[in-house]
C-alpha cells in the first residue's frame, strides 16, 4: 500500500517519457518526409530547367538556320529598321513572350548598336565568354525594362561567323517554379557563393520581392533543405522550408501530447487523492483498532490471570477430589485459558514494540546460553509433534549486547512455529554462523514451505499460511512480525529462506558484542 503513491508517479513518468519519445519520433519523422520531398523537388525541377534550356539552346540554333538569309541581310545592313522589325517578327512568332535579340561578332562586339540601351554589360560579358570560350551558361539579367537571361548560338555557315543572342523573360522561369513548387516550401534559383544572390523564385525575378537585399540571410540559409546543380547554367535550385513549418507542426505535436497527457495526469491525481483518502482511513482504522486491542488486552489480563489461577488450584486438588470427567474439562479449559493469556500477552508486546515504549535491558550476554534454554524451555512443546531440535555449537560463548529475556522470546517464537509448521517426526536444526561482527542463528525444518503467495506476509500481523480452523498447532499470526521487530530493535535483520516441500529456514543476524 506504501508503494502505491511511488507506482503512480513511476507511471505517470513513464507516460510523460512516452509521449515525448512519440513526439521526438514524430518530430524526426516529419522533417525527414519533407526532408526527402524537398531533394525531390529541387532534384526534378534541376532537371526541367536544364532541359528547358537545352531546349532553348536547340531552337535558338534551329532558328539561325532557318532564318540565315534575314540574319545575313541583317548583318549586312545592321542599322536597317526594316530588317530588324522583320526579325524581331519572326522571334515572335517562334518565341512567344520573347525579350529581345542582338547580333555579335566572334570577338563579342554587337552589330546593332546597343539596341536602345537593352544590350547591357552582363550581356556583353555573356557575349565575349561565349565567342572566346563557347560557353553559354545563362543567368539573371537585370534590366530596366525586363529581367531576363540570354540564349546564344554561333552562325558558323555565313559569310563571317555571328552569334544570335536571344534574351527571354525570366518569367518564364517563374511559372515553371510556381507550378512544380510543393506545399510548404520555397523554391528558387540562387547563385552559389559566400551570401547566395537570389536570382528567380517562383514569384517572379528577384526585382518583384519586397525586399531591400536578394542575398539570403542566414536565417534563410539555415532554412535550406536541399539544393541541386541546374547543369548547363550558373544557377542552384534551392529547397527552403517556410518559416512556420517546422514551429506550427511541433506546436501541433505539444498540444496533442497535452490533451493526451493532462487527462492522464488528472486521472493520476484522483488515484493519488483516493489512496490518500484511504490510507487515512486505514491508518484511523488501525489506530482504532490497536487502542481497542490495547484497552481488551489490559481488561482481560487480570480477569484470566485470575480464572487460570482458579482453575490450577481445582486441577491440583484444592477444591476437593473432582470425578476424571470434570478433571478432563477442568484441563481442558486451562490449556485454553494458557492460550488467551499468551494472544494477551503477544497483543500487548505487540502493542508496546510498535509505540516504542517497550523497555530493553541491553547488557552483554551468551548468546549459546540463551539458546540453550530456549531450547530446554521448548523441548516438551516440540514433543507434542513428535518433533526435537539439535543444535551442536562449535563455540561455547559468543557475546551480544542485548536483553536476554527479549531474545528467549524471540528464539522461543521460532522454535515453536518451526515445530509446529514442520514435519511430525522431524529434526530441527539450530545453527550458528558467527562472523567478525556479526554472528547469524538460523533454525531450519524440513515441512511443506511457505507458499509463494504468502511470501510477501509472512511477517505482518495476524497473517498466517494457513488461517483456518484445521490448521496444526494454533496460534494468531503474531510470532514471527514480533520476533522481527525484537531483532530490528537490537540493531538486527530477520529474514527466511523457503521451497515447497523441502522446508524453511528462519534466519536472523545481529551485532556482536564489542567492550569499549
Known amino acids: 500500500m506504501k508503494s502505491y503513491p511511488v507506482f503512480i508517479l513511476i507511471t505517470v513518468a513513464f507516460f510523460g517519457l512516452v509521449l515525448l519519445w512519440v513526439a521526438i519520433a514524430r518530430n524526426d519523422e ?8 524537398a531533394r525531390q523537388a529541387t532534384a526534378g525541377v534541376a532537371d526541367e530547367i536544364a532541359r528547358y534550356i537545352v531546349n532553348k539552346k536547340r531552337l535558338v540554333k534551329l532558328f539561325s538556320k532557318e532564318q540565315r538569309p534575314l540574319l545575313d541581310q541583317l548583318i549586312r545592313q545592321p542599322d536597317s529598321e526594316s530588317y530588324q522589325q522583320k526579325l524581331n517578327d519572326k522571334l515572335r512568332e517562334f ?17 546593332i548598336d546597343d539596341f536602345d540601351g537593352q544590350v547591357n554589360m552582363l550581356c556583353q560579358v555573356d557575349i565575349v565568354d561565349f565567342a572566346l570560350n563557347d560557353l553559354n551558361s545563362p543567368r539573371l539579367h537585370p534590366h530596366p525594362f525586363m529581367y531576363h537571361f540570354d540564349i546564344m548560338a554561333r552562325m558558323a555557315d555565313t559569310t563571317t561567323n555571328h552569334i544570335l543572342f536571344v534574351s527571354f523573360n525570366a518569367d518564364l522561369l517563374s511559372d515553371l517554379l510556381s507550378n512544380v513548387q510543393p506545399a510548404n516550401y520555397e523554391l528558387m534559383l540562387i547563385l552559389p557563393g559566400e551570401k547566395p544572390l537570389i536570382e528567380i523564385t517562383a514569384e517572379g525575378p528577384r526585382n518583384s520581392l519586397d525586399r531591400e537585399d536578394f542575398h539570403l540571410t542566414f536565417e534563410e540559409v539555415n532554412r535550406i533543405v536541399s539544393v ?5 547554367t550558373q544557377w542552384d535550385i534551392a529547397a527552403l522550408y517556410r518559416s512556420d513549418l517546422f514551429t ?22 484522483i488515484m493519488l487523492y483516493l489512496y490518500r483518502r484511504a490510507e487515512n482511513l486505514r491508518r484511523q482504522a488501525e489506530v482504532a483498532r490497536d487502542e481497542f486491542l490495547a484497552t481488551v488486552s489490559h481488561e482481560l489480563r487480570t ?3 485470575a480464572i487460570h489461577g482458579s482453575l490450577a488450584l481445582i486441577a491440583n486438588g484444592v477444591g476437593g477430589q473432582l470425578s476424571a470427567k470434570a478433571d478432563e474439562l477442568i484441563n481442558i479449559a486451562q490449556k485454553n485459558g494458557e492460550r ?12 508496546q514494540l510498535e509505540s516504542g515504549k517497550m523497555d530493553f535491558d541491553m547488557q552483554p550476554v551468551n548468546l549459546i546460553d540463551i539458546i540453550q534454554h530456549s531450547i530446554e524451555e521448548n523441548r516438551e512443546y516440540a514433543r507434542q509433534f513428535n518433533v526435537v531440535y ?21 528464539m522461543t517464537n521460532l522454535l515453536t512455529n ?18 567478525v561482527h556479526s554472528v547469524r542463528v538460523c533454525i531450519e525444518d524440513k515441512g511443506p514451505g511457505i507458499p509463494s503467495e504468502f511470501k510477501s506476509r509472512v511477517f505482518e500481523k495476524f497473517s498466517q499460511s494457513d488461517s483456518s480452523d484445521s490448521r496444526s498447532g494454533g496460534g494468531y499470526g503474531l510470532g514471527l512480525s514480533i520476533v522481527k521487530a525484537i531483532i530490528e530493535a537490537h540493531g538486527g535483520t530477520v529474514g527466511f529462506e523457503s521451497d515447497k516441500d523441502i522446508g524453511t529456514k528462519f534466519y536472523f543476524d545481529l551485532p556482536r558484542y564489542t567492550p569499549d
Do not use: C, W
Request: proline residues 5%.
Open 228 to 232: 541541386h546543380r541546374v547543369q548547363g
Open 340 to 351: 488467551l493469556i499468551l494472544l494477551v500477552n503477544d497483543l500487548l508486546d505487540m502493542r
Open 248 to 269: 506550427n507542426f511541433q506546436q501541433q505535436l505539444i498540444l496533442q501530447s497535452l490533451m493526451i497527457f493532462v487527462p492522464f495526469l488528472i486521472f493520476a491525481i
Open 390 to 410: 539439535a543444535f551442536n555449537p562449535q563455540q561455547d560463548e559468543i557475546l551480544l549486547n542485548a536483553d536476554q529475556n527479549r531474545l528467549y522470546q524471540a
Open 418 to 435: 518451526a515445530a509446529k509448521y514442520g514435519n511430525r517426526n522431524d529434526t530441527v536444526q539450530i545453527t550458528l554462523t558467527p562472523s
Open 95 to 111: 518565341f512567344p513572350g520573347y525579350f529581345n535579340f542582338t547580333i555579335a561578332d566572334y570577338e563579342g562586339g554587337t552589330y
Open 30 to 37: 516529419f522533417f525527414r518526409h519533407n526532408e526527402a520531398v
Open 303 to 305: 480477569p484470566l490471570t
